[in-house]
């Protein structure tokens, strides 16, 4: 399973000023969470885990050992979190079936966020994430990627487009 995040910045004339395609790492806790998904059978601390219906953008610059991401439970330094407007879960996950299934052809998942030009302003973004709740509460780590530097202010727009092939 691989899972891959698109990042646009747009100006305030809807212009793409910066483009970038990261890998992201997903989480123990995120794999977890896939495991009770498709098992349902998950029990103790398996069981409801919650499903990522939220993002979080974050000034956080740091990028560990695979290991050390893996283990990763919290956003490094989110600023700004909102509620996907597709919520992940497997009432609402939708997955592109491409011609010739089951002839190896991989399936997707795509989830697509903009964060507007209103929000998170006077912030470096550098890092993303998906998560079960708002960053300001209780939640778990999903998924964590870092892209280059965006000078997120009223003039831009960043758009998030995950794609999750399995």
Not at 9 to 19: R, S, V
Not at 50 to 63: A, C, E, H, K, N
Not at 85 to 91: A, C, D, E, F, G
Not at 124 to 141: C, D, F, K, P, W
């Amino acid at each position: 399973m691989k899972f891959n995040v698109h990042i646009e910045a747009f100006n305030e004339k809807g212009e793409c000023i910066q483009t970038e395609d990261v890998h992201n790492t997903v989480t123990t806790v995120g794999k977890r969470m896939i495991a009770e998904t498709i098992g349902r059978g998950a029990v103790g601390a398996d069981a409801n885990l919650g499903r990522p219906g939220w993002i979080s953008v974050g000034i956080g610059q740091t990028t560990d050992s695979l290991e050390v991401d893996k283990a990763r439970t919290a956003m490094v330094s989110p600023v700004f979190s909102d509620r996907l407007s597709q919520n992940i879960s497997p009432v609402n996950l939708t997955f592109v079936m491409p011609s010739g299934t089951g002839t190896g052809i991989p399936a997707q998942a795509i989830v697509t966020y903009t964060l507007p030009l209103g929000n998170a302003n006077n912030n470096n973004i550098y890092e993303v994430g998906l998560l079960t709740a708002a960053h300001s509460g209780t939640y778990s780590l999903f998924a964590r990627a870092t892209h280059s530097l965006i000078v997120k202010n009223a003039t831009v727009e960043i758009k998030y487009t995950w794609t999750f092939t399995f």
